[in-house]
């Protein structure tokens, strides 16, 4: 018996495959490749090179290696891109989710843990966001993400009705961060440490967008979790609903504190021992001054807890970097 692993050799996807294999769990990793390395797989490890897109190979893979629950990682990841491409976004994030749906329905797999994001809430109207705060996204990535929550929520109920329910939870997170495995690491050319690293490499400074917001530091506060205690929550989720255990449709998995760009900037500089001091840039437009998550639900459900502070998170993530 073993857990399919949607965008298992993706950054986060194979951290979640490392801490399955971590809990004794047997993982099976499905993953077209389109950003996806497939040197993150463990060896030994199942891997299907498929798309989510396809229903058929999808439900092929849950018979053929005796599935029993689904953590689905895979996915379009990135919410500015998202502006660009949404048609794509929609494809991959939305239809991906239903064909999964459809296919694991086929398959008779009834546990599904899904990776959704905190960018289902948009701009808040407080600066920490808990389970209950209105959904409201602002990009076609915030958007996929909670439609594909919607289209869980409405399977749940639909297989109840018939008789073999789908049980489920969702687990939404802003920004993700550091590295557990030297061998592993963000190749996102659009998140914020990838960037920043390259920048640094390349010889240019780190930027820091407005200091005049009223925060401790004047920057901008986020929740920044580390990969390896996200991952862990998967597999605590995908526990307990292959013990039967009732959870919440969803969860945050936050600081309910956060962290200044600052901290952050200034963290990645000690790391990776530059001596360029950062440029302090004008406010973007749109971003408030603080949005975290609360965590507590997660806290109490999943053992959620930030197990990494701002330096591990900087410093794991610069070990794990490519430097070639």
Sequence with gaps: MSWLVTGGAGYIGSHVVRSLLDAGIAP?????????????????VPFVNASILDTDAVAAALTEHGVVGVIHCAG?????????YPVHTFRQNVEGTGCLLEAMDRAGVTRLVFSSSAGVYGTPPTDV???STPTSPESPYGESKLIGEWLIRDQVRATTMAGAPLAATSLRYFNVVGSGYADIY??????LFPKVFSAIQAGKAPQVNGTDYPTPDGTCIRDYVHVSDLAAAHVVAAQR????DALEPVYNLGSGAGTSVREIVDAIVAATGTDMAPVEGPRRAGDPAIIVADGVLATRDLGWAMRH??????????AAHPKG
């Design 28 to 44: 099976v990793v499905l993953d077209d490749l389109s950003s996806g390395i497939e040197a993150f797989i463990p060896e030994g």
């Design 309 to 318: 502070d701002v330096t591990q998170m900087v410093e794991s993530a610069w």
């Design 129 to 131: 966001v808990t389970e």
């Design 186 to 191: 963000d190749a996102s050319p659009h998140n």
């Design 76 to 84: 379009y990841k990135y919410a500015g891109e998202s502006v660009k």
């Design 241 to 244: 609903l292959d013990a039967g």
